[in-house]
C-alpha cells in the first residue's frame, strides 16, 4: 500500500493519525492500518465523536496503547482548509469536509501539518498529521 505523501517520517517523531470508519469497514481492514501505521511513533488516535465504542477503533486503541480523541464534525469543519482532499459528499453524510485528515490535523494542535494524505484501506480511511 502506497501513502500519498512526499515527506520522510522519522520513526521516532510523534504523529497523530486521523480515521475515518464506514459501516463496511471489517477487521481484516483495521489489521491492514495497523501494519501500514506500525512503522510511526503514534502519539494519539483520532476521529468523529460517536465513533468511541466502535470495536474496530477499540481494537486499534488496544493493539497501539494510545489515547483516542474525538471532534464534533463542527470542530473538525474548521480544518477544512487545510485539507488535501476536502469531500462534499462526507459533508452531506458528516458535516464536515473530512474526518481523517482533519482528526489527524486537529489531533497535532496549531501548527501541525498533514504527513500523509487520506489513504483508502477497504471501508477505513486513515490520514497522518504531525
Do not use: Y
Request: glycine letters at 10%; one cysteine or more.
Amino acid at each position: 500500500m502506497k501513502a500519498k505523501t512526499d515527506m520522510v517520517i522519522s520513526s521516532s517523531m510523534p504523529v497523530f493519525v486521523g480515521i475515518g470508519i464506514s459501516s463496511s469497514a471489517t477487521t481484516g481492514d483495521m489489521e491492514k492500518a495497523l501494519e501500514f501505521l506500525e512503522k510511526w511513533n503514534i502519539a494519539v488516535f483520532s476521529t468523529l465523536e460517536g465513533k468511541e465504542s466502535n470495536s474496530l477503533i477499540l481494537l486499534a486503541l488496544q493493539r497501539l496503547a494510545v489515547p483516542l480523541v474525538t471532534f464534533s464534525s463542527e470542530e473538525l469543519e474548521t480544518m477544512t482548509c487545510f485539507l488535501k482532499n476536502p469531500s462534499d459528499i462526507v459533508f452531506q453524510h458528516k458535516g464536515c469536509h473530512g474526518v481523517a485528515e482533519a482528526a489527524a490535523l486537529a489531533a497535532s494542535g496549531k501548527g501541525g501539518i498533514l504527513l500523509v494524505e487520506k489513504t483508502k484501506i477497504g471501508g477505513l480511511t486513515i490520514a497522518v498529521a504531525g
